[in-house]
């Protein structure tokens, strides 16, 4: 194949993530990460927020990161690695260095979404070379499963808890990967480890475009999702299917989407596996599972709509 | 061969960091700093410089990106102010950690709130523990040359840390001065070229920066840390003489003015120190010997020297610009820790003046000496920590 | 292993060795292991794609076992194994048993 994405030619190459990194068991970060570096034929210098995948990758002289790899702090991946880029263009203007470097940064959707929007979102605005990658798994889970601006309604978070008044969270989850495409930045997408090939395509592309590229990839977290470890893979997919998470991609303003499923599925399919949701399907909460469909139903309509327009 | 120019305080450091010419620089505007940044934008818009800069949407990310681009591997400068400096604070930690040797001058002014734009020192002296050195100084001349200093000083390969140049908001960082500026070959070559450590661009060797640290070792990392501050002293006299030779101007860990005879003394930092001079020049003209310290390196704290200089006087008044509310000042607290080893030791108290960019007047430094000389003489001292200039 | 003094620091705690984290091993968090069942392997390699914790071993193209050393039992592999005719490759087994 000419892309060279099948699995057979991918697995000749180096993993650039090592084993021996302290992830839980199942979870979907570093299957994400694993698929990024995957379709990476380039050097790449990544930055990472802190969270889960940072300190359970870096931590006490070890190491799992094959590429030179930097943490400051929190709210900052994006802005970091601008500096790391600026640098490169600034010794490469000078004629100190050369090559072609690709620069990424690594955030949780606290990190992202939350507390590093700003950085995130003046890192897009000046237009540097790099590919931000938020492994969205839909809470803090590094701290404790505290709800996010991208935890979904209706789940049960530490923070958000799902009481006798109060059914989970009340609000709807921010749409950042449109947020960031309002940068009018060249691309900005959505992806799930699940589609793999769907992902690494992206992930190939961004790479051959010059500045800033977002893309958002689902990364279930069977600790704060209440769900099995070995279900990581099957809820996004299902994320997928039921078109909670759809993958799409936004190139220069035109949206796409770049993978329909054959027969959607309902909500509930991608809810009833997961513990954080469980109240929901208490008799007295039947009203807000409609409400919960019919967002997806509406998200998803509006999607093929803007798909379609192009 | 020296230049003589009239020059404000931030266009004397903009064009230091044009001379020394960076590799990257990150920009956000804050007063008073702003236009010690704008001046350089406009060297980069100009070709006056190699330097990329980033203009960042706020100071914590410009911390943020200046350690990405330092530890990239490249010299690294950025400038701010007050608000400014508040939310770096957090990354301030990171740079000395990291040991980066991002290099920055550090325009003070008040904190919010009330909210104020003018001088004062609460700013820097809040990051007085983030694990900077600290260069202070008292007019254009003095922030221009700390400034270039600072590059040799925090790029020393036995140092690595970043260096914050203190200068006084609007006083020093706005009026026009008689200064001299160094050629730019002669600056250049001060400097020397960049050398890298662990640089993350070294694509052969990926390194990781930024590990979590367990109990087990970060215990050690801090020490580690601490020890190396220690050895900033000797560099930064090394460099004070190499310095001297190029420009002629002499720098120490502090500067002691008229102390070595004295019986009462002030210790005062920055801009104040110039009008303090002349106080004390009047004081010895009416027989009374008084002497003035200012420090000039606030971190890490040259306390075996600053007990030397201080120790035989009878009574010294430290003077803060800045407060540790329900504390003592800040310098305070570390006179008076450096005289507390000596058996017989200076009475000393605490003044607070200037807050917010109110004017330190002759009257006050007199009012405060003739306190002092009583106390000297025996008097009892009334209050050790009080505000000077102040309305009831 | 003797913990290291203040004075045997890299500056910066910055790590020299990437990838290093090999020397850790983390197949003792395991409670259930995955048992290659070699017959019923067609090689599509998606045990090798969905594996968290680069645990399966592939050579030429081809499964060949997993490592043991790291992998943490999570059984995405087994989940997601379609296996010969119905038939799963991969089985989860307790450990100990």
């Known amino acids: 194949m000419a892309t060279g994405l099948t699995l057979k030619e991918l697995s000749k190459k180096e993993e650039l993530l090592t084993h021996g990194h302290r992830m839980c068991a199942g979870c979907g970060a570093p299957i994400a990460v694993k698929m990024v570096l995957l379709a990476t034929d380039y050097p790449v210098i990544a930055a990472n927020a802190t969270g889960c995948l940072e300190v359970s990758t870096c931590i006490s002289e070890y190491t799992a990161w094959k590429i030179p790899w930097i943490h400051t702090a929190f709210e900052n991946a994006a802005a970091t690695i601008s500096g790391v880029e600026t640098m490169f263009r600034s010794l490469k203007k000078q004629g100190k260095i050369d090559g072609n470097v690709k620069f990424m940064a690594f955030g949780g959707d606290g990190g992202t979404y939350d507390i590093g929007l700003q950085s995130l979102s003046g890192a897009m605005e000046r237009g540097h070379d790099m590919l931000y990658v938020c492994y969205d798994n839909g809470a803090y889970m590094n701290t404790g499963i505290q709800r996010s601006s991208a935890t979904p309604m209706g789940a049960d978070t530490t923070t958000c808890p799902a009481g006798s008044i109060i059914p989970g969270k009340p609000q709807k989850r921010k749409n950042l990967t449109k947020i960031m495409a309002a940068h009018n930045i060249p691309f900005s997408a959505q992806a799930s480890p699940s589609h793999w090939t769907d992902l690494m395509k992206k992930v190939k592309k961004a790479h051959e475009i010059k500045g800033p590229k977002f893309l958002n990839i689902i990364a279930p977290c069977n600790r704060g999702w209440r769900s099995k470890t070995n279900d990581a893979i099957m809820l996004s997919r299902l994320a997928v299917n039921t078109c909670y998470w759809p993958l799409y991609e936004i190139e220069d303003g035109v949206t796409k989407i770049t993978y329909t499923p054959k027969e959607k599925k309902p909500l509930v399919d991608f809810m009833k596996p997961q513990g954080r949701f469980k109240h929901l399907f208490a008799p007295e909460n039947a009203e807000l599972m409609k409400i919960l469909q019919e967002q997806v139903d509406s998200d998803w309509e509006k999607l093929k709509r803007e798909s379609e327009c192009g | ?392 | 292993m003797k913990l290291k003094g203040w004075k045997d620091l890299t500056p910066g705690s910055v790590i020299l060795e990437g990838g290093n984290a090999v020397q850790f091993k983390t197949g003792s968090w395991r409670a259930f292991r995955p048992v290659w069942k070699k017959e019923n392997c067609i090689h599509c390699l998606f045990c090798w794609i969905y594996c968290p914790d680069m645990a399966v071993n592939v050579k030429d193209g081809k499964m060949m076992d997993f490592n043991y050393d790291y992998c943490k039992g999570c059984g995405i592999c087994a989940l997601e194994c379609p296996g010969k005719k119905g038939q799963t490759a991969i089985e989860m087994v307790e450990e100990g048993k």
């Open chain 2, 1 to 392: 061969m020296a230049k003589v120019v009239a020059v404000t305080g931030n266009e004397a450091c903009a064009n230091a960091l044009r001379q020394v010419n960076p590799d990257v620089c990150g920009v956000y505007p804050i007063t008073p700093q702003t236009d010690m940044m704008q001046k350089y934008a406009s060297y980069v818009s100009n070709g006056k410089v190699d330097t990329e800069i980033i203009l960042v949407e706020s100071e914590h990310s410009s911390m943020s990106a200046c350690i990405g681009a330092a530890a990239a591997g490249g010299r690294v400068v950025t400038a701010t102010s007050s608000q400014g400096l508040a939310l770096m604070w957090e990354m301030l930690h990171i740079a000395s950690g990291d040991r980066l040797p991002i290099i920055m001058p550090v325009v003070n002014r008040a904190l919010s709130a009330p909210l104020n734009i003018h001088g004062d020192h609460s700013d820097a002296m809040g990051a007085r523990d983030t694990g900077w050195v600290q260069l202070w100084s008292e007019n254009a001349q003095d922030a221009y040359d700390n400034t270039i200093q600072a590059f040799r000083i925090g790029e020393h390969m036995d140092i690595r840390l970043p260096v914050m140049v203190c200068l006084d908001g609007f006083i020093i960082s706005h009026s026009i001065e008689r200064m001299e500026y160094l050629e730019d070959e002669e600056v250049k070559g001060f400097v020397g070229e960049y050398k890298n450590f662990l640089p993350l661009l070294d694509l052969d060797k990926p390194k990781s920066y930024g590990p979590l640290i367990l109990p087990d070792l970060f215990h050690e990392y801090k020490k580690a840390q601490h020890e190396v501050m220690l050895k900033v002293k000797d560099v930064v006299l090394k460099v004070a003489a190499d310095f001297e030779k190029l420009s002629g101007r002499k720098y120490g860990l502090f500067e002691s003015y008229r102390l070595d005879d004295a019986d009462i003394a002030l210790v005062i930092l920055n801009s104040a120190a110039g009008t303090t001079t002349d106080i004390v020049d009047g004081f010895r003209a009416r027989g009374i010997k008084a002497g003035l310290l200012k420090p000039r390196l606030f971190r890490p704290f040259p306390y075996d020297e600053v007990a030397e200089a201080l120790g035989k006087v009878k009574a010294v008044c430290v003077m803060d610009r800045s407060d540790s509310f329900g504390g003592y000042g800040p310098v305070f607290m570390e006179i008076s820790s450096a005289l507390y080893p000596l058996q017989e030791r200076p009475v000393l108290i605490n003044r607070i003046y200037g807050l917010g960019g109110r004017d330190y007047l002759p009257e006050h430094g007199e009012a405060v000496l003739n306190e002092l000389d009583e106390i000297a003489k025996g008097g009892k001292v009334e209050k050790y920590k009080e505000y000077i200039g102040v309305r009831e």
